[in-house]
């Protein structure tokens, strides 16, 4: 069983930025892929960011160029840095942890961005 805790979501303008935080509960390199997820209010829950344990990362054409995932091994968490805003941004963030057969979801964190 694996927990995930984010944090960092909030209330911003657009064109600002956020930084959101996972602290998963076992090592970083246990996990082979973590990821950042949302789901905006009425919608489906959409893919925003994945990172492998190689490195590897792809993003959702809507993020590319603004969002930036990375893992942080020293501190054993992984982030989603969130620039250049917009209020179609607005959604809560849940971070994500797939091993193998295994996937493993937080609770989510809020982000509003208002116009």
């Known amino acids: 069983q694996v927990r995930l805790v984010e944090s960092g979501g909030g209330l911003v303008q657009a064109g600002g930025s956020l930084r959101l935080s996972c602290l998963p509960s076992?090592?970083?390199?246990?996990?082979?892929?973590m990821g950042w997820y949302r789901q905006a209010p009425g919608k489906q829950r959409e893919l925003a960011a994945r990172?492998?344990?190689?490195?590897?990362?792809n993003y959702a054409d809507s993020v590319k160029g603004r969002f930036t995932i990375s893992r942080d091994n020293a501190r054993n968490t992984l982030y989603l840095q969130m620039n250049g805003l917009k209020p179609e941004d607005t959604a809560v963030y849940y971070c994500?942890?797939?091993?193998?057969?295994?996937?493993?979801w937080g609770k989510g964190t809020l982000v509003t961005v208002s116009s």
């Open positions: 994500n942890a797939m091993n193998g057969d295994m996937n493993y």
């Open positions: 990172i492998t344990i190689g490195g590897t990362t």
């Open positions: 076992v090592s970083l390199f246990s996990i082979n892929s």
